[in-house]
């Protein structure tokens, strides 16, 4: 019996302790089970939040490209050596940008040769966070360092979404819309939306969009002292958050049917049409072309500027979730957890992958997923093979991260973690990776259309048969800005003499 009792304990640590390893009952990945896939956990934190909260309702990342972090690594072999302007001197102060390249440059000269300077440039990441209860946190998504945690609306009136850029965080709970400074939180506006919001809003320069079941998208401006919304009319309740483009922001109503409209002088451009209904949100990428999914198994990429479609790929599986793009390709997933991979220059499917619920995350070779039992896949990026996966056990939040190469998951009740590859010290953007087309090429690069100064491209104009500087009708090759009878088309037109050869290719002004 002791045998028997000792093998079995032996059998539990052997095969329990990697299970638990991978994951703490609480849902943290531990620096083990994140170094088994060669990567790492960056932060963690627990989101601050009211006691009767039941769960994170909305999750926002905005990556900031008028404010950066600055750093200077010194390398020299294997080693490497990090000074950051948030570094502190011996007074306790920041150091500051030119400081802290002063102090590296120094330390590089004191290791002698071999030593370089490298200079990074990461922009401010910033990740909004709203709970059930009205309970706002914003973060920095790169360290989790927690800027500011406060509560807006009443806690009873249900939580809509939140979205962040450069200067503020809006939130709308209810019918009410709270605009939050990023600086320390607070309440810069407070307003009462004049119909039924349906899905979180989106900043874009001073005008919040509300996108409204009463088939509408409302646009507030902060600007003016009056919150009178200007409408841009959309047949169908919006119920999704708008996708913002370039110039312009893309929705689709529950009728199916995708709106785009301006930015700089909102209005309302045109309704993409396309075979079946859209339902999902829009995807973005620069530049200019929004990518939507349809119930009916086609993906459209579409042009900013002008709706035409740029392409069209039939999956022959309904399609109910949104469209993620990374780099040149754009992950699709079927209701059938079928993940396919589209080129982004013609909709080439480049592989698929079965069982697959959600895109997570992607880096220079790998792109990250979760499968239908929530784990944690890593895949080749190039051809969608499987390298590894992680049990997430208690996660039951992910964040879908399409600007940067991190990861950030956790738990409904507020849970977060950030994790990524050990080599990735510094955050890998996709927010200014694009795929120059024949398209794009050609002039499309995101203006305005409504803009005179930008007008649509046209078909080239053939040139006029007859002269249109001279008086009356003369041969096409006549010269333009002679007096007398037409000369031969190879004439001097502003020399005196007789033409010359048309071989001759001296100077005309000569």
């Not at 790169?142 to 806690?155: A, D």
């Not at 790929?313 to 957890?337: A, F």
């Not at 190469?405 to 009740?413: A, E, F, K, N």
């Not at 005179?452 to 009356?472: L, S």
Request: some cysteine.
């Amino acid at each position: 019996m002791r045998i028997i009792s000792t093998l079995a304990l032996s059998m539990l640590l052997l095969f329990g302790t990697p299970l638990y390893g991978q994951l703490r009952t609480n849902g943290l990945i531990t620096h083990n089970a994140a170094r088994s896939l060669g990567m790492e956990r960056a932060w963690y934190l627990q989101v601050p939040m009211n006691p009767y909260s039941n769960r994170i309702l909305d999750v926002y990342l905005h990556v900031n490209a008028a404010e950066a972090d600055w750093s200077y690594e010194v390398t020299q072999g294997d080693e490497s050596y990090i000074f950051s302007d948030k570094d502190l001197d011996s007074f306790g102060r920041l150091l500051g940008r030119e400081q802290a390249k002063i102090n590296a440059n120094a330390f590089r000269l004191k290791l002698g040769g071999g030593a370089a300077l490298i200079e990074h440039s990461v922009p401010k990441i910033y990740l909004s966070m709203l709970s059930d209860r009205g309970d706002v946190t914003l973060v920095n998504g790169e360290t989790g360092q927690v800027y500011w945690s406060t509560h807006v609306g009443n806690p009873r009136h249900p939580a809509v979404g939140v979205c962040t850029n450069d200067e503020y965080t809006v939130v709308i709970t209810g019918v009410r819309i709270f605009v939050l400074r990023n600086a320390d939180g607070g309440i810069v506006q407070e307003r009462m939306t004049q119909s039924l919001p349906g899905a979180g809003p989106v900043m874009v320069n001073n005008n919040v969009y509300v996108p409204s079941i009463q088939d509408r998208v409302e646009y507030y401006n902060l600007d003016r002292f009056s919150w009178t919304p200007e409408v841009l009319a959309s047949s169908g309740r919006v119920v999704t958050q708008p996708a913002i483009g370039g110039q312009s922001i893309a929705w689709p109503t529950d009728r199916g049917n995708v709106f785009v409209a301006g930015t700089g002088r909102p209005k309302l451009w045109y309704r993409v049409e396309t075979i079946g209904k859209v339902v999902a949100p829009i995807a973005y990428q620069q530049p200019g072309k929004y990518v939507a999914n349809c119930l009916d198994g086609f993906v459209y990429c579409i042009n900013e500027r002008d709706g035409r479609s740029i392409w069209r790929q039939s999956l022959g599986e309904s399609l109910i979730r949104e469209p993620v793009i990374v780099k040149d390709r754009v992950y699709v997933i079927s209701r059938n957890k079928t993940c396919y991979c589209l080129s982004m220059k013609n909709g080439d499917v480049q592989w698929s992958h079965p069982d697959i619920t959600q895109i997570v995350s992607a880096s220079g070779e790998r792109l990250y997923a979760l499968d239908r039992l929530g784990n944690l896949l890593v895949l080749n990026l190039k051809n969608g093979g499987h390298y590894t996966s992680l049990a997430a056990g208690k996660i039951d939040f992910v964040m879908v991260n399409a600007f940067t190469d991190r990861i950030y998951m956790g738990t409904r009740s507020g849970l977060i973690q950030c994790i990524h590859e050990t080599h990735r010290e510094f955050p890998m953007l996709h927010v200014d990776e694009f795929v120059t087309t024949d398209d794009a090429a050609e002039g499309d690069n995101n203006t305005n259309p409504m803009n005179p100064a930008n007008p649509m491209p046209q078909a080239p104009v053939a040139p006029p048969a007859v002269n249109p500087f001279g008086g009356g009708v003369k041969p096409p090759a006549a010269n333009p800005f002679g007096g007398g009878a037409s000369k031969p088309p190879v004439a001097n037109p502003f020399g005196g003499g007789a033409a010359k050869p048309p071989a001759d290719n001296k100077n005309p002004f000569k």
